[in-house]
């Protein structure tokens, strides 16, 4: 496991700690000053393009996304120079829709386009709070002054006295406190300080009646970034979880939402946005007004660091998800903004590509003790129990709440007892469910896999490696019995190795120069590091890996293998990365869209129910920002259903 130092070092490098500028000075933003600008001319172009009858949008959104804003302020006043009128009451009469409100919004100083959409936010009836606090929690001080000034330039309005007049209670006063702009910026951080705000965090939430909203406001609204990320390594430390699972279970409604997208923001403002795009895009619509929002406001600061951690987190390229979520003119200016294709050749850059891939290795390897749902009874007795279960199903009709109540509050050694206990006392067994074999071979330790082949052969009188070999082929049978085998390594990490490792992945995967080995040769060395090492060496193969091709092992796997051997690699390398994640990806899907998985579903909830499914959960809300047991409410029905909540164990 990598030491504190090394921790240390890459949670202090992150990209909006220097502002539009990455590593050695670089700019990060997507959009640059033209070469060669002439503000008078490309008046003129403008002019000409929303001349006569129709207008040349094509011309219009080549010109405005490829000047930077300061230069489209500078055209601005050339063309009413020029002609007289204004450009943005032009742009507006000639264009409609998404487009115009896109264009337009290129149009204005950021700090005016800001206040442009607070104003909208507040404006009729109810109160966007979504926007209010993306732009409140993410901008910098000086960003927020100078939005509170073109707030009042531009409508006449304290910007203050709206928000009071349309807000409320805790989540008004933290807005109020953002609005002022005075979070500490000195880099020297107290260490008895950082112990104090932790304390005092805890003591304001966890380990009271109540909470104390105030002393969060204070803590979480005033200190330096620098100073907090040390605050919530060292609240982890004392309590056991991270501040986002104690402002979930302390805080509620939009004052939740606020706190949670502070926090998120202190810990990675790239990564923040990178989450809201994934989220105004996926499934069924598209969140316009979020999407160009962010498009335009991250631009010219940080929207490279944005596209390289949306595509080490999702798997997927920003200007791919855009190409498939949007269309026409609209579709060609976000692109344009986007500023290229991190899945085609030579887009992909290293810097940001370390930070996010640190930032998961650091969430892979720093977890709090895994905690199941599901603890053992006090005061169990298995002939009670079975006898419980016999008078349950005796008769016309079955006591399914009686059954319900028992079977989910014993752990599942006692459910074995209450079993057995049943069969001496009544002569009745019970069945055997079958398995998915990629979802359990690819996530279970040596001492699981040897359970699982030991109660195999007492059930079906054969052995598992048997078993996978007459009903499985090719390399997929080498996958599944190489994983059956339960020999993957428990050592540390070996970095001479991983290195070598690391090449014999890129070279199977065609990332690199093929060495003297033979493609079998290759494969098969291939296979036997995914399926032997250990998960520390894997996490440091993975990373020697992004180092040497700039590609995501995943992405990588997923683009160049299919069918069953790539969906087998991609749950190793998956389970690897954070495994409780991805069990928590395989929930989610089980019951989105038409129809449940109904295996899936119960074969994860009752396996994972005394092991981490309280941290899946977790997981779970920090994916798709609902909470399980919300998700199979709302997806399953009857007994079912009460079994799999009561099992679950509760509302996050």
């Not at 009469?93 to 800001?114: A, N, Q, S």
């Not at 190489?482 to 070996?494: F, H, I, P, T, Y």
């Not at 005394?610 to 994916?623: C, K, S």
Request: include cysteine; charged fraction near 30%; hydrophobic fraction near 40%.
């Amino acid at each position: 496991m990598p030491n504190k130092a090394f921790f240390i070092s890459f949670v202090n490098i992150r990209p909006e700690a220097m502002s539009n500028k990455g590593k050695a000075g670089r700019y990060r933003g997507s959009v640059k000053d033209y070469p060669d600008f002439d503000a008078n001319q490309d008046a003129e172009a403008l002019y000409n393009a929303m001349k006569g009858f129709g207008s040349d949008k094509e011309a219009i959104l080549d010109l405005i996304t490829s000047r930077s804003n300061k230069q489209r302020i500078e055209i601005c006043q050339a063309y009413k120079s020029l002609y007289g009128k204004d450009l943005i009451a032009d742009l507006k009469y000639e264009l409609t829709g998404k487009f115009e409100r896109l264009i337009v919004g290129l149009m204005r100083p950021l700090e005016y386009f800001d206040a442009k959409e607070i104003k909208d936010a507040l404006k009729g009836v109810g109160t966007d709070e979504k926007c209010l606090i993306e732009i409140l929690a993410s901008r910098t001080n000086q960003q927020i002054h100078a939005l509170v000034e073109a707030y009042k330039d531009a409508y006449e309005r304290d910007l203050e006295q709206d928000v009071i007049g349309d807000t409320s209670g805790h989540f008004k006063k933290m807005l109020i406190v953002l609005l002022q702009g005075t979070r500490e910026e000195d880099d020297v951080v107290s260490e008895d300080l950082v112990e104090q705000d932790a304390k005092d965090l805890l003591e304001a939430g966890e380990v009271q009646w109540g909470t104390d909203e105030a002393q969060f406001i204070y803590i979480l609204g005033n200190r330096s970034k620098q100073h907090l990320r040390m605050v919530f390594d060292e609240y982890l430390k004392i309590s056991g979880k991270p501040i986002e699972a104690s402002i979930r279970g302390e805080l509620s409604g939009d004052f939740e939402k606020l706190m949670l997208a502070v926090v998120k923001n202190i810990r990675s403002t790239a990564e923040y946005f990178a989450d809201r795009l994934f989220k105004a895009m996926k499934g069924l619509g598209t969140r316009d007004n979020t999407l160009i929002r962010i498009m335009v406001s991250r631009s010219e600061i940080d929207m490279l660091d944005v596209r390289e951690i949306f595509r080490t987190k999702y798997e997927k390229s920003l200007h791919h998800m855009i190409e498939s979520d949007t269309s026409g003119e609209y579709k060609k200016a976000l692109l344009k903004l986007c500023g290229g294709d991190d899945d085609a050749a030579g887009e992909f850059f290293p810097e940001a590509a370390q930070v996010a891939y640190q930032m998961w290795e650091l969430s892979a390897v720093a977890k709090v003790e895994q905690k199941g749902t599901i603890r053992p009874a006090t005061d169990f007795n298995a002939d009670g129990d079975a006898k419980v279960l016999r008078k349950a199903m005796k008769g016309f009709g079955t006591d399914e709440d009686a059954i319900i109540d028992l079977v989910t509050q014993r752990s599942n050694a006692q459910r074995q007892e209450i079993i057995k206990a049943y069969k001496s006392h009544f002569g009745r067994g019970a069945g055997t469910d079958e398995s998915a074999l990629i979802e359990i071979l690819a996530t279970r330790n040596n001492q699981e896999i040897q359970a699982i082949d030991a109660a195999y052969k007492e059930a079906y009188h054969k052995s598992l490696e048997d078993a996978l070999s007459s009903d499985t082929s090719g390399h997929f049978k080498r996958i599944l019995i190489s994983l059956a085998l339960g020999n993957r390594a428990e050592g540390g990490e070996d970095f001479a190795k991983a290195q070598e490792d690391a090449k014999v992945i890129a070279e199977t995967l065609k990332l690199s120069d093929v060495s003297g080995d033979d493609s079998t040769s290759l494969e098969t060395r291939f296979m036997s590091i995914l399926c032997t090492q250990s998960y520390p060496q894997l996490r440091r193969v993975f990373q020697e890996f992004i180092k040497m091709t700039n590609h995501d092992v995943a992405h990588a796997i997923r683009k160049r293998m299919s069918g069953d051997v790539r969906d087998a690699f991609l749950a190793i390398v998956h389970s690897v990365k954070n495994k409780q994640a991805f069990f928590a990806d395989k929930l989610y899907k089980s019951m989105k869209g038409a129809g449940t998985d109904d295996k899936t579903l119960i074969r994860i909830i009752v396996s994972r129910s005394e092991i981490d499914l309280l941290t899946i959960r977790n997981e779970f809300w920090d994916l798709f920002d609902k909470s399980l047991p919300h998700m199979i409410e709302k997806d399953t029905s009857g007994d079912y259903r009460k079994a799999l909540l009561s099992i679950c164990g509760g509302e996050n």
